[in-house]
Antibody, heavy 123, light 106 residues
Framework: EVQLVESGGGLVQPGRSLRLSCAAS????????MHWVRQAPGKGLEWVSGISWNSGSIGYADSVKGRFTISRDNAKNSLYLQMNSLRAEDTALYYC????????????????WGQGTLVTVSS | AIRMTQSPSSFSASTGDRVTITCRAS??????LAWYQQKPGKAPKLLIY???TLQSGVPSRFSGSGSGTDFTLTISCLQSEDFATYYCQQYYSYHTFGQGTKLEIK
């Protein structure tokens, strides 16, 4: 059974940093791209960042480019998101999502999702 | 950036109804489209990918069609557990979601 468990969320002041983690199990982690998708309270879904199986290809949404850094440790079956210079508009539930089996280059759908970790940016 | 527009944004239906949700891309995306279902307090669940391929374990009352810019998700016979919010997502160029369609009980 595929499991994705996020952690690291919390309340943080604007301008500060936070690091999210996602522990994966139930599949061969280093065979798949992994992504972060967020959802602001009461709003829709927004893709944040993605990383290929070997970290060779990385992408970011324009809204977080230059502030967030995605990484993975295949030996630990873990995905990370380092979030710097946080803003109020980064407040959201952050989901870890597994890339599907059929991609179009670096782009893919998401076949499994974690339950999310809440990040609140407020003074 | 490719924009995805869903219609309607919300609507009401009854158990047993056949319902269709539409998703339009701002430019052609071939068949690189997925549909998700999200219930309150839960993570999204993949229903369909490649516009019409049913994800394993998803009931056959769900179906998807379309290519290019216009896509539809159809639920052939609504069940009580289908009342939720549905999102489309393109993966032709980066990843963009539609704004969501909330399906409520009439």
């Amino acid at each position: 059974e595929v499991q994705l468990v996020e952690s690291g969320g919390g309340l943080v002041q604007p301008g500060r940093s936070l690091r999210l983690s996602c522990a994966a199990s139930g599949f061969t982690f280093d065979d798949y791209a992994m992504h972060w998708v967020r959802q602001a309270p009461g709003k829709g879904l927004e893709w944040v960042s993605g990383i290929s199986w070997n970290s060779g290809s990385i992408g970011y949404a324009d809204s977080v480019k230059g502030r967030f850094t995605i990484s993975r440790d295949n030996a630990k079956n873990s995905l990370y998101l380092q979030m710097n210079s946080l803003r109020a508009e980064d407040t959201a539930l952050y989901y870890c999502a597994k890339g599907g089996t059929e991609s179009y280059g670096d782009y893919v759908y998401f076949d499994y999702w974690g339950q999310g970790t809440l990040v609140t940016v407020s003074s | 950036a490719i924009r995805m527009t869903q219609s309607p944004s919300s609507f009401s239906a009854s158990t047993g109804d056949r319902v269709t949700i539409t998703c339009r891309a701002s430019q052609g995306i071939s068949s690189y489209l997925a549909w998700y279902q999200q219930k309150p307090g839960k993570a999204p669940k993949l229903l369909i990918y490649a516009a019409s391929t049913l994800q394993s374990g998803v009931p056959s009352r769900f179906s998807g069609s379309g290519s290019g810019t216009d896509f539809t998700l159809t639920i052939s016979c609504l069940q009580s557990e289908d009342f939720a919010t549905y999102y489309c997502q393109q993966y032709y160029s980066y990843h963009t979601f539609g704004q969501g369609t909330k399906l409520e009980i009439k």
